[in-house]
């Protein structure tokens, strides 16, 4: 069993990453040996071990192929068996067994090459016969194919013990060798991506760009008292520009760019940057990419002073997120691997596939998988943690990619129903349940059986899939014994076919008996008859409930017939409801049917409302209207009158006099023609000078003015009044020169001063307009002057209007008279009558009846 401990137990993170061991053919393998290197590719892995053996395996860990690198030169085939459709060789050579130092496999996964302990270097297909082998006379410790190596201009690789070598194969099909690096120490790593080469040796790291030829960079290494050879360099390609760097405590990202052209000179095409340079807290083992993350694998001392007892020496893997001079931890795992005490930072190695994001941690005797955690893991965290909503939801959104977790939602409510939370429990009844009746109906028994039928009843099915009618009939019965507006609720919202009606109705019918006025019983009962359609009955339960409900269900129902008697009843709890109701369906019931007797404050009611949708529609009432107005309703009275062109006048004012309407009798006598009387009234009965000017001003008559000046010669106020106002439609010189002498008028000064500035703005209004006048007319004038100086096309297609003859002659060398009016009419000279004969001049024969037109005016054309 592989136990992973997070660093924070009790931390309310979720883990990153989940782990497992490659198991299978890798179990028994490193039962007998120990792993020594491993290359991963998307399609399958390559193991090497101590005792010289190279493993093919398949992503679970079975073994595919199997190589055997031997002291003795050369390779021969120990065996031959086809497992999955590939040869399965086994190649040996002697007994003295080598351990493999570096695996590579180029992007194809077609080539391999092989370096041991012993000096071989081995570079051959997997399905060919092509191949290299090179025995050296020092431990080869690293080999490197060109990512390409496949194609045949690809055709390189390097290997590395104390000096790093290139190996090209000419167009003679041979091998070229040359030395890119010597005389720094064993060359410990490398890694080739794309047209740079990256490799680590006892200084630092190297770049060497193969296109170009050059070595670009050096990067030197930072903790110079650790050994090399027991805190290896690990190196990892983020990218084919970026390389990161893990030595000892150290991480350094460098950034290959390409320089400026004008900055060459000798140097190299392209420089390094380091753009992130950090401390660790461990000692690295080894590196991989995570988007923009970092995965690192840690070797840990057992005499950390930073871990706990249970953590010492275990491996950590960390993701972390660089940044420029530090990184943030953003997940850690302590994992168990098999012998991890007798283990050191050499012995760890961390591999890892691009395509899948699966991480390889690689020990002697235990090979573990790293892989993200998939939305399953998510949703078992979830429920780990008891966070079953957040479960429900993320099973939810990603329902295509989970593998299990189908009853994720049955767990979430027996949790709620465990912890009493029934309310909960039943809301999640409708997402978790969906469209399966008999989980439904299940549910609805257990609800039952705790007591908790409430709970669910507003969450059943109602619409297209329902449960058996029985349920629904239980849930009310429930609620009737317990819960009246509960009950009613549910009668309300539940569609009546959910259940059987009549035996709904004879229930409440039942519990009627002991309680005969309960409204909401009543009310419930009206409802359930109005949903089997005896409409009569729930009209005469909502009238004695003078219920709300009413006016809808007869308009629903159209049960119009039905309530002739019962209109006085329907106004007297709702008169605007009635009277609307009355106005949008005349044609189904009048008020004037025996019948509908309305009492006087209803039936004006319902008039004045007619009357404001269409003035015309009751006029045959106007003349009660207005007996209704001046008893029940005098403020509308003025309105009325004043809209109205039915009412009849002289019954009006004979109404109005009775009862001493004076603003309305006034209305009366002036649009009766009798203005002067009522003037009178208002100077005398109202004594309000401001409306007898207004008065006067809207019948704008000269006669009223002068009984209105005379009226107030001899009253002050009103003089005052009139010398404000009446500015604008009498010459006030009329009034001032009536004015006794002596007479004391209050606020005469100011009124003098008011009648002098608008008589100034009345003069500044005249000059303005004069100007305005002016202007246009000038405007105008330049206008018509321009038109008329513009000159006149003629040609054949023009005809003499009084001949009808072309206006030109055919041969224009002869000498002829054009006459061409300014109307665009055109004559020939000849065919006008003589200037002598007309008075004044020439002028158009067509537009003569005009009387000298703007058209009048003579254009002459001779030649």
Known sequence: ????????????????????????????????????????????????????????LDIQGNVTQKYEIVSKPGLRLHSISLINGYHNMSLCIADIKVKINQISLDESGEHVGICSEDGKVQVFGLYTREGFHENFDCPIKV?????????????????????????????????KTSTLHEGEGTITNVKWRANLIAWANSVGVKIYDISSKQRITNVL???????????????????????????????????????????????????VEIVSAFETEFFISGLAPLADQLVTLYFVK????????????????????????????????????????????????????EGESLFYIISPK??????????????????????????????????????????????????????????TAARKCQKVLGKNMDLWENEVYRFKTIGQLKAISQYLPRGDLRLRPAIYEMI?????????????????????????????????????????????????????????????RALEIYLRLRHKDVYQLIHKHNLFSSIEDKIVLLMDFDKEK??????????KISVSSPRCPLHHTFFLQYLHKLFKRDHHKGQKYHERQISLYAEYDRPNLLPFLRDSTHCPLEKALEICQQRHFVEETVFLLSRMGNCRRALQMIMEELGDVDKAIEFAKEQDDAELWEDLISYSIDKPPFITGLLNNIGTHVDPILLIHRIKEGMEIPNLRDSLVKILQDYNLQILLREGCKKILVADSLSLLHKMHRTQMRGVRVDEENICEACH????????????????????HMFHKECLPSPGTIPGGQYCNICSAKRRGPGSGILDMKK
Request: proline content about 4%; charged content about 30%.
């Open 366 to 423: 235990d090979i573990v998988v790293a892989k993200e955690r998939d939305q399953d893991d998510h949703i078992d965290w979830l429920l780990d943690k008891k966070k079953y909503e957040e479960a429900l939801m993320a099973a939810e959104i990603s329902f295509k990619n989970i593998k299990r977790h189908d009853k994720i939602g049955m767990a979430y409510i027996n949790h709620l129903v465990e912890k009493k939370d029934y309310d």
């Open 805 to 824: 003859v072309t206006i030109l002659p055919s041969d224009t060398a002869q000498p002829f008279s054009v006459v061409v009016f300014h109307c665009r």
């Open 221 to 271: 290494r930072d903790n110079t008292s650790l050994r090399p050879d027991m805190y290896p360099c690990s190196l990892c390609w983020k990218d084919n520009t970026t390389l990161i760097i893990g030595w000892g405590s150290s991480i350094k990202m460098c950034a290959v760019k390409e320089r400026d052209p004008t900055e060459i000179r000798d140097l190299p095409s392209r420089y």
């Open 476 to 536: 009310l019965h429930e609620f009737l014994k317990t819960d009246y507006e509960g009950f009613a609720t549910l009668i309300r919202e539940w569609p009546g076919e959910l259940y059987n009606n009549m035996t709904i109705v004879q229930t409440v019918t039942d519990h009627l008996k002991k309680d005969p006025t309960n409204s909401i019983l009543l009310t419930t009962l009206a409802e359930l008859y109005t949903y089997d359609q005896r409409y009569d």
């Open 143 to 175: 080999v490197a194919l060109h990512p390409q190596f496949s194609k045949s201009n690809n055709k390189q690789f390097v290997t590395g013990g104390n000096k790093l070598l290139l190996y090209e194969r000419n167009w003679l099909n041979r091998w």
């Open 1 to 56: 069993c592989l136990c992973v401990f997070p660093q924070e137990e009790d931390s309310e993170e979720e883990p990153k990453l989940k782990y497992e061991r490659l198991a299978n053919g890798v179990t028994e393998i490193l039962q007998q040996d120990a792993a020594s290197c491993m290359t991963v590719h998307d399609k399958f892995l390559a193991l090497g071990t101590h005792f010289g053996k190279v493993f093919l």
């Open 578 to 587: 009635a009277v609307d109701m009355l106005l949008d369906n005349e044609d």
């Open 302 to 353: 057992e005499n950390s002073e930073h871990m706990e007892e249970e953590f010492r020496a275990r491996p950590r893997l960390d993701i972390i997120q660089p940044l420029p001079e530090s990184c943030e931890e953003i997940s850690s795992d302590a994992l168990t691997v098999r012998n991890f005490q007798e283990n050191e930072c050499r012995d760890y190695r961390l591999e890892h596939s």
